[in-house]
Nanobody
Framework: QVRLVESGGGSVQTGGSLTLSCAAS????????VGWFRQAPGKEREGVAT???????RYADSVKGRFTISKDNAKNTLYLQMNDLKPEDTAMYYC???????????????WGQGTQVTVSS
């Protein structure tokens, strides 16, 4: 019923930019909670940026000032604009959704399959 599909990942040099997209079907970004998470090899999945149901955003300290989460409610699409990328940003990036707000905690019900971001020095 709910399907989340990420796109926009790729390889970029340090200091470069990428924009990730997450298209949803069977789910409404307008009123529900959505966000971006990432997982690097050997590390736990961590929250990057999220929206609660009324549009309040939260960012991980490591990406504040560099990443921006946004959404197009008409298209039911979530975005993550990533600027000034660093090698430590290299990870699989996932979008997630739920009717409840878990903030940056890894507790959301619905998940996409991920898109790889690789940043070289």
């Amino acid at each position: 019923q709910v399907r989340l599909v990420e796109s926009g990942g790729g390889s970029v040099q340090t200091g470069g930019s990428l924009t990730l997209s997450c298209a949803a079907s069977g789910y409404t970004y307008t009123t529900d909670c959505v966000g971006w998470f990432r997982q690097a090899p050997g590390k736990e999945r961590e929250g990057v940026a999220t929206y609660d149901e009324v549009g309040i955003t939260r960012y991980a300290d490591s990406v504040k000032g560099r990443f921006t989460i946004s959404k197009d409610n008409a298209k039911n699409t979530l975005y993550l604009q990533m600027n000034d990328l660093k090698p430590e940003d290299t990870a699989m990036y996932y979008c997630a959704a739920d009717r409840l707000d878990y903030g940056l905690k890894d507790l959301y019900k619905y998940w996409g399959q991920g898109t790889q971001v690789t940043v070289s020095s």
